[in-house]
């Protein structure tokens, strides 16, 4: 149960039902439900909203199958990070990248096939293999090597393989984006608004980051398709006075999709705080005009999406995870994702090998070499086990929040120094608190148009197969 504020409660199920209760139908509830209407008793009753807990143990088994199906697939996201070494110097640069000419940060063959043979241990059916760096684009070859590699063991079909690659696109010449286009690699790259504050944040050696990158989109879509790039920002102090700004730079680029992420806490990151940093509450005001913004643009008809609400808005109303590892409960963190860096070391996660370039030894798995179970049993991962359960977090096993959101023990073990953290003074909290609020504020006020959007983006449609915005409690 969780207190909305404007006399309205959230309350949910583990299931992920929920319902948005006056304040006096919430204290009724907790007194036993006696003074609820038989209508609304019957109501809460069939949504799995009282008396659930240990009393149906079917409803246990069904969200096993539904929200927690990825339980089942173990890690099903595996990222090569193929090189370190990358020619631009980003302000916030999350892991302390390598001179282009640098030796000694790429991937080996050998770890690269050895990393492979962990993919294909992973029980999945639907892998992807994505590629990051650095700049992954300066050992396409590499690329090829293991995206042949990768087809070459799946002869058989038994898994559908998905392949992406982050890039500034700067590097990628027409035979590869062929490559590209002929074996379905997706490619996204960072655009962090107009080019003005890109250039600025992300410096090349000469000068013209933002102008190569549009072009790079440019040649991409010309060989792979409209829909085969997409861009996200990382949100710094500069850009978070204009939302509006941000947005429209995605529109006049042709981008259909924002995501509008906060600058990491991780790596070389932290030093850079104080320049690009804010508080929560900043970025969450921020938020919520840009959000307000997109539903304005979706009502008039055009096709935009914010792909963080999407995500939580698949969470809140289909039955089914949306299969982004970050946000997962148990944590992505090795069971979702696995990370096979240049020098042969297997992390958990992104975030865990970014820490770790930074000196913190402590998220190390193993190395690639070794089999998967053995990387899934290493003390790293009984380490962040701890916090892995949001189920079993103090704070979050109380929340209403609780069925939508998930456990991020590798970002708690950064900030706080251990995997379970302390919710009442963490900014992945209160971050995921305040954008609940503003999309469950928007559920309660039940404009037409923008239920119609989050109905849209809930279940990955477009806006004009809606007929209706579907049921929503009032
Ligand atoms: S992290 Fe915060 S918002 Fe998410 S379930 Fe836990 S208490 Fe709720």
């Given at each position: 149960?969780?207190?909305?504020?404007r006399?309205r409660v959230?309350i949910?199920?583990?299931?992920?039902?929920?319902?948005?209760?006056?304040?006096?139908e919430?204290?009724?509830l907790?007194?036993?439900g006696?003074?609820?209407?038989?209508?609304?008793r019957?109501?809460?009753?069939?949504r799995g909203?009282?008396?659930v807990?240990?009393?149906?143990p079917?409803?246990?088994?069904a969200?096993?199958?539904?929200?927690?199906?990825f339980?089942?697939e173990?890690?099903?996201l595996?990222?090569?990070?193929?090189?370190l070494?990358?020619d631009h110097?980003c302000h916030?640069?999350?892991?302390?990248r390598?001179?282009?000419?640098?030796?000694g940060?790429?991937?080996?063959?050998?770890?690269?096939?050895?990393?492979?043979?962990r993919?294909?241990?992973?029980p999945?059916?639907?892998?992807?293999?994505?590629?990051?760096?650095?700049e992954?684009?300066?050992?396409?070859d590499l690329?090829?090597?293991?995206?042949?590699g990768?087809?070459?063991?799946?002869?058989?079909?038994?898994?559908?393989?998905?392949?992406t690659?982050?890039?500034?696109?700067?590097?990628l010449?027409?035979?590869?984006?062929?490559?590209?286009?002929?074996?379905?690699?997706?490619?996204s790259t960072?655009?962090?608004g107009?080019?003005?504050?890109?250039?600025?944040?992300r410096?090349?050696?000469?000068?013209?980051?933002?102008?190569?990158t549009?072009?790079?989109?440019?040649?991409?879509?010309?060989?792979?398709g409209e829909?085969?790039?997409?861009?996200?920002?990382?949100?710094t102090?500069?850009?978070?006075?204009?939302?509006?700004?941000?947005?429209?730079?995605?529109r006049?680029?042709?981008?259909?999709s924002?995501f509008?992420?906060?600058?990491?806490?991780?790596?070389?990151?932290?030093k850079?705080?104080?320049?690009h940093?804010y508080?929560?509450?900043e970025?969450?005001?921020?938020?919520?005009?840009?959000?307000d913004y997109?539903?304005?643009l979706?009502?008039?008809?055009?096709?935009?999406?914010?792909?963080?609400?999407?995500?939580?808005l698949r969470?809140?109303w289909?039955?089914?995870?949306s299969?982004?590892?970050d946000?997962r409960?148990?944590?992505?963190?090795?069971?979702?994702?696995m990370?096979?860096?240049y020098?042969?070391?297997?992390?958990?996660?992104d975030?865990?090998?970014?820490a770790?370039?930074?000196?913190?030894?402590?998220?190390?798995?193993?190395?690639?070499?070794?089999?998967?179970?053995?990387?899934l049993?290493?003390p790293?991962?009984?380490?962040l086990?701890?916090?892995?359960v949001?189920?079993?977090i103090?704070?979050?096993?109380?929340c209403a929040?609780?069925?939508?959101?998930?456990?991020d023990?590798v970002h708690?073990?950064?900030?706080?120094g251990?995997?379970?953290?302390d919710?009442?003074?963490?900014?992945?909290?209160?971050r995921?608190?305040?954008?609940?609020?503003?999309?469950?504020?928007?559920?309660?006020?039940?404009?037409p148009?923008?239920?119609?959007?989050?109905?849209a983006?809930a279940f990955?449609?477009?806006?004009?197969?809606?007929?209706t915005?579907?049921?929503?409690?009032?």
């Amino acid at each position: 149960m969780t207190d909305l504020g404007r006399d309205r409660v959230l309350i949910s199920s583990d299931f992920g039902d929920y319902a948005l209760l006056s304040r006096d139908e919430a204290d009724a509830l907790q007194a036993g439900g006696q003074g609820l209407s038989p209508t609304r008793r019957m109501d809460l009753a069939a949504r799995g909203l009282t008396n659930v807990s240990g009393a149906v143990p079917d409803l246990d088994e069904a969200v096993r199958r539904t929200r927690k199906a990825f339980l089942l697939e173990g890690p099903t996201l595996h990222i090569f990070v193929v090189t370190l070494r990358c020619d631009h110097s980003c302000h916030y640069c999350q892991v302390s990248r390598a001179a282009v000419g640098a030796a000694g940060f790429d991937m080996s063959l050998a770890d690269a096939d050895a990393a492979l043979d962990r993919v294909f241990e992973a029980p999945g059916r639907d892998l992807t293999i994505e590629f990051q760096g650095g700049e992954p684009a300066l050992r396409f070859d590499l690329v090829r090597h293991i995206v042949l590699g990768a087809k070459s063991r799946n002869a058989d079909g038994a898994k559908a393989l998905r392949f992406t690659m982050v890039s500034t696109l700067h590097h990628l010449g027409e035979a590869d984006l062929a490559f590209c286009a002929e074996h379905e690699i997706q490619l996204s790259t960072s655009i962090d608004g107009a080019s003005a504050l890109h250039d600025h944040q992300r410096p090349n050696p000469s000068r013209d980051a933002w102008a190569r990158t549009v072009e790079g989109i440019g040649r991409a879509r010309a060989a792979l398709g409209e829909h085969a790039v997409a861009a996200l920002p990382t949100v710094t102090r500069a850009a978070l006075n204009d939302p509006h700004g941000l947005v429209d730079t995605y529109r006049a680029l042709g981008l259909r999709s924002i995501f509008l992420r906060p600058v990491s806490p991780y790596g070389f990151a932290r030093k850079t705080a104080r320049v690009h940093g804010y508080s929560t509450a900043e970025f969450l005001a921020f938020y919520a005009q840009a959000l307000d913004y997109i539903l304005k643009l979706s009502a008039a008809g055009e096709a935009i999406e914010e792909v963080y609400a999407a995500i939580l808005l698949r969470h809140i109303w289909s039955p089914f995870h949306s299969g982004y590892v970050d946000l997962r409960s148990p944590a992505g963190a090795g069971l979702g994702v696995m990370v096979y860096n240049y020098d042969g070391l297997a992390y958990p996660s992104d975030e865990a090998r970014m820490a770790a370039e930074t000196g913190d030894k402590r998220f190390a798995l193993g190395r690639v070499d070794q089999p998967l179970d053995d990387l899934l049993a290493s003390p790293a991962m009984s380490w962040l086990a701890a916090g892995a359960v949001a189920e079993a977090i103090p704070s979050c096993d109380r929340c209403a929040f609780l069925p939508y959101c998930g456990a991020d023990p590798v970002h708690h073990a950064v900030v706080h120094g251990d995997p379970v953290g302390d919710r009442a003074a963490s900014d992945f909290c209160e971050r995921q608190t305040g954008l609940f609020r503003i999309l469950f504020e928007h559920i309660d006020k039940g404009d037409p148009e923008t239920l119609r959007t989050f109905t849209a983006w809930a279940f990955r449609k477009d806006r004009r197969e809606v007929r209706t915005s579907g049921f929503v409690e009032r």
